[in-house]
């Protein structure tokens, strides 16, 4: 079993549309939890640190729930410039190791 | 800033060249690591270590070697390359397990 499951889309929106993003980890020992982007061609770039009581940062929001082991990434009125690939990412019980699920892939259209 | 450089953006090489990655860190981070990046796979820890001098086989060490004798530089090493090895070669760094990664831009290797 994966250490980190998402679906891998993709996800095709218009612009201004509300789209969601959910993964889960298999290591309820896991200690750290991330939403990466990563742009075509690119590297993956952090994009919010997930924290157990929810966090929100501009149109973006992201959820853990620890019970089902679950973590989502909210992402609202959405602009062409969203369009990426969002990786889901767990840090095990290993110092400093993380895990990255195989990413969503979201194009926003006009 | 931290930035984590990466020596080449784009590398063509032939089967059974030695071949080095270089990867070099700029703000002191003990975590440094190797992962390649295929399509449909996600990325793929190869190597990583915690220290100068220590390193830790990751998920697919087959094929590769690492050397960290600096604490700001990291290096794969393909010993023999194949074509398999193709792929998109990305180095990261971390001060510690809390934080996320900071990532070089990758190397897109081609063995010919």
């Known amino acids: 079993r994966k250490e980190v499951e998402q679906d891998p889309g993709p996800f095709n929106v218009p612009e201004g549309a509300t789209v969601a993003f959910n993964c889960t980890y298999s290591?309820?020992?896991?200690?750290?939890f991330f939403w990466y982007r990563q742009d075509c061609r690119k590297e993956p770039k952090l994009l919010m640190s997930?924290?157990?009581s929810g966090n929100e940062d501009g149109r973006f929001t992201a959820q853990l729930n620890r019970a089902s082991q679950y973590i989502s990434l909210l992402i609202r009125d959405s602009k062409l410039s969203d369009s990426a690939t969002y990786l889901c990412?767990?840090?095990?019980?290993?110092?400093?190791?993380?895990?990255f699920g195989r990413g969503t892939q979201l194009t926003v259209w006009p | 800033d931290v930035k984590v450089t990466q020596s080449s953006r784009y590398l063509v090489k032939r089967t059974g060249e030695k071949v080095f990655l270089e990867c070099v860190q700029d703000?002191?981070?003990?975590?440094m690591f190797w992962y390649r990046q295929d399509p449909g796979l996600g990325l793929r820890l190869i190597y990583f270590?915690?220290?100068?001098?220590?390193?830790e086989k990751g998920d697919i060490p087959e094929g590769y070697s690492v050397s960290r004798e600096k604490k700001e530089r990291f290096s794969l090493i393909l010993e023999s390359a194949s074509t398999n090895q193709t792929s998109m070669y990305l180095c990261?760094?971390?001060?510690?397990?809390?934080?996320?990664?900071?990532f070089g831009s990758g190397t897109r290797l081609t063995v010919v």
């Open positions: 990261a760094s971390s001060k510690d397990g809390r934080d996320g990664y900071t």
């Open positions: 290591n309820s020992a896991s200690q750290s």
């Open positions: 997930v924290y157990s």
């Open positions: 990412v767990v840090r095990g019980s290993t110092l400093g190791r993380l895990y």
């Open positions: 703000m002191d981070h003990e975590n």
């Open positions: 270590s915690y220290d100068v001098k220590m390193k």
